[in-house]
């Protein structure tokens, strides 16, 4: 069955520090990739997503994921973290064009030093 | 920037009671989802609402549940004959396009903390 891979389910850095989480699927065919994040008590927002073209995507707040077709991966990275930073991240898989649902990893515990 | 609203934000319902969940998605979305999210899992998918259809639902989605689009703004998830295993985190999210495709993501909500008693 297709799924999403975290492997890593609690990370603790100090600020400044750099920063990589790992994703993993297993899917032969096209995919739609997304990192949400979700902050003590809010929502899921989306962070960045990969649907074409250039595999480095830029999100929002200094974080970037590259999409490695070969490794079926889409590690998110981020040079320098912040306290605000601490939230849980989810990284998630649409399967192809037509796929309406999302398949979610298991999540991320990201705790940040200050 | 508009926003998916979920309503309650909690909701406790003693076990075998049906309970209501509704999701406001952004007015211009057409298509509607509900995930939800056990105590320390993953989130899963429940089911997709197009054109007032399901369009994919999961194994989670057994026949107790149900979808709704009562009027032209909320869209309401409906779980009869509650289990325990029914507490969960449900997340509504809306989206312009299938799946959140050319590149119009999916859009989610605050979450209704269910809990069954």
């Known amino acids: 069955a297709q799924s999403v891979s975290q492997h890593n389910h609690h990370v603790i850095l100090s600020e400044a520090a750099s920063l990589e989480l790992g994703c993993n699927y297993s899917?032969?065919?096209?995919?739609?990739l997304f990192w949400y994040v979700q902050y003590p008590g809010q929502h899921l927002q989306l962070l960045l997503k990969?649907?074409?073209?250039?595999?480095l995507v830029k999100g929002i707040k200094g974080f970037e994921a590259e999409f490695i077709k070969s490794k079926f991966s889409f590690n998110l990275r981020k040079p320098s973290v912040q306290w605000s930073d601490t939230a849980e991240y989810f990284c998630?898989?649409?399967?192809?064009?037509?796929?309406?649902?999302?398949?979610f990893g298991s999540g991320t515990r990201l705790s940040i030093r200050p | 920037e508009p926003e998916v609203t979920q309503t309650p934000s909690h909701q406790v319902t003693q076990m075998g009671q049906e309970v209501i969940l509704r999701c406001v998605p952004i007015?211009?979305?057409?298509?509607f989802y509900w995930y939800r999210q056990i105590l320390g899992q993953k989130v899963e998918f429940l089911v997709s609402f197009y054109n007032n259809e399901i369009s994919e639902k999961s194994e989670i989605f057994d026949d107790r549940f149900s979808v709704e689009r009562p009027d032209g703004s909320n869209f309401t998830l409906k779980i009869r004959s509650t289990k325990l295993e029914d507490s969960a985190m449900y997340f509504c999210?809306?989206?312009?396009?299938?799946?959140?495709?050319?590149?119009?993501?999916?859009?989610f909500g605050d979450g209704t903390r269910l809990s069954i008693l």
């Open positions: 999210a809306s989206s312009t396009l299938v799946g959140g495709g050319n590149n119009q993501p999916q859009h």
């Open positions: 899917y032969g065919g096209t995919v739609n």
């Open positions: 007015s211009n979305h057409l298509y």
């Open positions: 990969y649907f074409s073209g250039d595999p």
């Open positions: 998630a898989v649409r399967l192809d064009s037509s796929a309406s649902k999302i398949i």
